[in-house]
């Protein structure tokens, strides 16, 4: 290729390419800046239900910076991290076999914005070594239109991508999904014979501490009608 070629190269795919990834991300980031404003509203609608009961089992939003935000759920977290970066699938994915899809293969690229299931107490008591365990991710694409991904069911929601656009409504539903199978899954006693012996240098670091790990075992599985528009 000559000097020339390969300028019109780049600048081609900046053009397109480049251009396509910057509007995912601008989109995602809207979404997600809505999600934030859902959260604060779930918040606000379930603990007018819960009333004046126990301030333990009331919900509490939190805005932890421009990616990040966190919802209490009695004694779980949920975590809504945005990713930065704009993804594509691999072929081998469902997403190909979408009309929307095949119809421009640009709508494929997504931006994505992950759920997490933490314990409360992991973070109340600084516990770095506890584990969290994701439960769903959403994929957006530049046109808002979005698939949501759950543990157990690669693909779920995504006969509807191209059709279904996110917006307040859909976030909510996504939201009190996440909520309900956190609560759902109790954390589990770890078995005997992984705990039964101890060093002194974790006897002092890790209980004089409360930084046991600790983390629940949970089987999220999303149903495409509970999300769909």
Not at 77 to 91: A, G, Q, S
Not at 147 to 158: C, L, N
Not at 184 to 198: A, G
């Amino acid at each position: 290729m000559t000097s020339d070629d390969v300028k019109k190269a780049i600048v081609g795919i900046l053009q397109s390419k480049a251009l396509v990834k910057q509007d995912v991300f601008e989109s995602t980031k809207k979404n997600f800046d809505l999600l934030k404003e859902v959260l604060v509203s779930v918040q606000n609608e379930y603990n007018q239900e819960l009333g004046g009961q126990d301030k333990r089992i009331q919900l509490a939003f939190e805005d932890k910076g421009e990616f990040v935000a966190q919802l209490k759920v009695a004694g779980d977290m949920l975590v809504f991290h945005m990713h930065t970066n704009t993804f594509e699938f691999d072929r081998d994915h469902e997403v190909w076999k979408s009309d929307y899809v095949k119809q421009d293969e640009n709508n494929s690229y997504c931006g994505v914005v992950n759920i997490y299931n933490f314990l409360h107490d992991s973070f109340r008591y600084n516990r770095e070594n506890d584990a969290g365990y994701l439960i769903a991710r959403i994929f957006i694409n530049k046109e808002g239109h979005y698939f949501v991904e759950g543990k157990r069911q690669k693909g779920t929601g995504i006969n509807h991508f191209g059709t279904s656009v996110i917006n307040a409504t859909n976030w909510q539903k996504i939201i009190e999904i996440g909520i309900v199978y956190s609560l759902e899954f109790d954390l589990l006693v770890p078995p005997y014979d992984d705990v039964k012996i101890i060093s002194m240098m974790q006897m002092n670091g890790e209980i004089m501490s409360s930084k046991m790990q600790t983390g629940k075992r949970l089987g999220f599985v999303y149903n495409a009608d509970d999300v769909k528009q």
